[in-house]
């Protein structure tokens, strides 16, 4: 659908883990020593598919945890993440220079600080979010629990580069005071698919901007 307007618009588990989340990391990493400029080996590189299924947000929290104790207890210890983080600009939680994070189960409170969506976001502006990557970060539950993130947060980097120029897209994804990403890059392998569900929904926000919505809403 074309838009209404052509306005430019991170030591292991230990054995205090809860019961009643599954462990996501898997056995060995999924792949070996690598350059940061190299790209991962991937099983299949596949662009998303185009719209985020509806979740059930208590159906996907346990998920989400999975994930976020394997990038906590696992991940952010292994030098091919810790050599991306770096080269990408962004800390680890376990870098951190006051309340640093090694292990999900530190404490309830530590843990909730860690948030794994400016970690998402970074990996899409730098062109570095495929599969392998994110399955390196967040384990191989990672489609369960970051999956619709990592959709969403493709789309709104779209909408971003739409609505504003190139210094404006990439201080949207700096972080203060010394994470600016080092670069941004044009969505990694969008699908025409992902880019017709984008464009519905930009229709949608420019109608929003026209107040044509609810009963004026012409769909």
Known sequence: MLGLSSRTLRSNSNSHEPDNIPNGSSTEFPYGLMSPVQELPVRMEEAPAAEPARVDPTEWYPHYLICLRHFLDHAQHTLPVQSLATFINIRLPCQRSSDPVFQFTQSEISAASVALTPYIRRL????????????????????????????????????????????????????????????????????????????????????????????????
């Not at 017709?196 to 044509?212: F, I, K, N, P, Y």
């Open 124 to 219: 899409i502006v730098t062109g570095n979010d495929t599969p392998s990557v994110l399955q390196a970060f967040f384990g191989n539950g990672w489609e369960a629990g970051v999956d619709y993130t990592w959709k969403q947060e493709r789309m709104n980097y779209l909408f971003t580069a739409k609505s504003s120029g190139w210094a404006s897209t990439k201080e949207a994804y700096d972080i203060l005071p010394d994470e600016q990403t080092p670069t941004i890059r044009p969505l990694r392998n969008p699908t025409e698919e992902e880019l017709c569900l984008a464009d519905a929904r930009w229709s949608e926000w420019l109608a929003m901007e026209d107040w044509m919505v609810g009963p004026r809403s012409p769909w």
